[in-house]
């Protein structure tokens, strides 16, 4: 499994974009980079997820320079309720998950 | 429709008891995963079903833990003779394949487990 470095924690203002980077070196050519959101009290939950270069949803931008050891996600205009830890997710096994301690974004009035 | 549900959300059990954690997939889910997730960190893989195949199992912490998933739909599972580090939130996750990379997968709300 891809191993995965990304920031413990950032705080933000409401109307402010948040970027969190997270650091894939070992990244594997058929690995894709996902995203999950996971608010307390719940369970984690899909944000978005890329291969190369961006990809943008209706909740977030993700963005994959070429060689693809590294990514960011771009949470546009932040409010109150997008405080909640995201996890950056890079595998190599069809079906696990591989979790770290994620990025807590703390967003403040 | 429904997510995917889990029961009991909440269970206290003594220190050597016995505790079954259900988990109801999302309709029509082939892949059901189990993960336990401490405080302050994110889940940990347990283990996989692909319908009622166990195809990964090396999650597990040891022979104590168990899990089943007979009829492809539900699965449980069982921690035998609980002790106070299996204090933890279990976490249940359906997919509607089996590819993790390419499948997103559905969390249920957890069971918080608490052995005294």
């Known amino acids: 499994l891809a191993k995965t470095t990304q920031p413990i924690s950032m705080d933000s203002y409401e109307g402010q974009e948040v970027n969190i980077t997270c650091s894939h070196n070992n990244i594997a050519t058929n690995d894709y980079i996902t995203w999950y959101q996971q608010f307390p009290s719940q369970g984690p939950r899909f944000i978005i997820q890329?291969?190369?270069t961006k990809v943008t949803n209706e909740v977030a931008s993700l963005f994959i320079p070429a060689d693809r050891k590294s990514s960011t996600l771009s949470l546009p205009r932040v409010s109150l309720s997008d405080t909640a830890v995201y996890y950056c997710l890079v595998g190599l096994n069809d079906y696990k998950l591989s979790f770290g301690a994620g990025t807590t974004v703390t967003v403040r009035a | 429709g429904a997510g995917v549900s889990q029961s009991p959300r909440y269970k206290v059990t003594k220190r050597g008891q016995d505790v079954a954690l259900r988990c109801d997939p999302i309709?029509?889910?082939?892949?059901l995963y189990w993960y336990r997730q401490a405080l302050g960190q994110g889940p940990e893989f347990l283990t996989y079903?692909?319908?009622?195949?166990?195809?990964?199992k090396s999650g597990l912490p040891n022979d104590r833990f168990s899990a089943e998933r007979p009829e492809g739909s539900i699965s449980t599972l069982t921690i035998q003779r609980t002790e106070q580090r299996d204090s933890a939130m279990y976490r249940c996750?359906?997919?509607?394949?089996?590819?993790?990379?390419?499948?997103?997968?559905?969390f249920g709300p957890g069971t918080r487990l608490t052995v005294l």
């Open positions: 890329g291969y190369k």
């Open positions: 996750a359906s997919s509607f394949g089996g590819l993790a990379a390419s499948n997103e997968q559905f």
């Open positions: 309709s029509g889910h082939v892949s």
């Open positions: 079903f692909n319908y009622e195949a166990q195809q990964d």
